[in-house]
């Protein structure tokens, strides 16, 4: 494989020519017309679907004999050595409704370890991005976690449960807890951005169950990148396989993970 910061900066490239292609198929976008239900609250765009093929064809070109772990399902190709990530439009309930944020993720796996994350959201023009050995970056600049080490000072971000409801109880008992101890909680609708915004220093924490690995990937390895920590409710590493994430900073780390791992924790392994 080529150099991975060199790719890196070439999948920006791609993912500014797929944001483009988003914002002008948004000016003529057509609700009715332009969208699926996969589940309950949980929807699929024409554009998503356009956003995903793009990307694949052109990951596929940078990266010949990779495969793909793709939301829409538009590639089924499984990569010996190396798998992209991606979400095509990650907040699509955002995106149909003209609400920021909404993002594309992109992260690279080789076999079972994350080695590069981009994060762009479309509406302000953010671009995160890590790879394996480097800072974490937003737009060229150099982004760390927060230094916040209380629960008086830490403003946390979750994403709510929208299709399993499987821990719904134990979620609400940790909103609860947090709501009464932090100084407050966010929902944005994405949990790639929330991820990037514990990574900049915007957020403190960011917990949330039954994601999926396009969800998170990306996101996941920024925070790292930026100097933070992540783990899965039972503080393993499984949270790509099991959907179920804490990230935060090391000095409020220890403070927060017992409160979601309290209420949350040994609750499901996926």
């Not at 409704?97 to 992109?106: D, E, L, M, R, T």
């Not at 079972?112 to 480097?134: K, Q, R």
Request: charged share 25%; net charge negative; hydrophobic share 40%.
């Amino acid at each position: 494989m080529t150099d991975i910061k060199k790719m890196c900066f070439d999948v920006q490239d791609l993912v500014l020519e797929t944001a483009k292609m988003i914002r002008k198929e948004r000016e003529n976008f057509k609700p009715d017309e332009q969208i699926e239900e996969k589940g309950q609250s949980d929807f699929v765009t024409s554009i998503d679907k356009m956003s995903e093929e793009m990307l694949v064809a052109g990951l596929s070109k940078l990266l010949p004999d990779s495969g793909f772990i793709a939301e829409e399902g538009t590639s089924s190709k499984k990569g010996e050595t190396y798998n992209w990530v991606i979400d095509p439009i990650d907040g699509t309930t955002n995106f149909i409704h003209g609400v920021a944020p909404h993002s594309i993720s992109i992260a690279l796996m080789r076999n079972d370890e994350l080695i590069l994350g981009i994060v762009y959201e479309i509406v302000h023009g953010e671009m995160f991005y890590a790879w394996e050995g480097s800072k974490a970056y937003l737009n060229g600049e150099i982004i760390n976690v927060s230094t916040v080490n209380s629960n008086k000072h830490a403003l946390v971000v979750t994403g709510f449960p929208y299709t399993n409801f499987t821990m719904l109880d134990e979620y609400f008992y940790a909103m609860r807890e947090l709501m009464e101890k932090t100084s407050g909680i966010r929902r944005l609708g994405s949990a790639a951005i929330d991820l990037c915004y514990v990574a900049c220093g915007r957020f403190d924490a960011f917990w949330e169950y039954g994601l999926h690995a396009w969800d998170l990937a990306a996101g996941a390895l920024i925070v790292k990148q930026a100097g933070g920590r992540v783990c899965d409710f039972d503080g393993t590493n499984r949270y790509i396989d099991n959907g179920n994430i804490i990230a935060t900073n090391h000095n409020y780390f220890n403070i927060f993970y017992e409160i979601v791992n309290r209420q949350l924790g040994n609750k499901s392994h996926g």
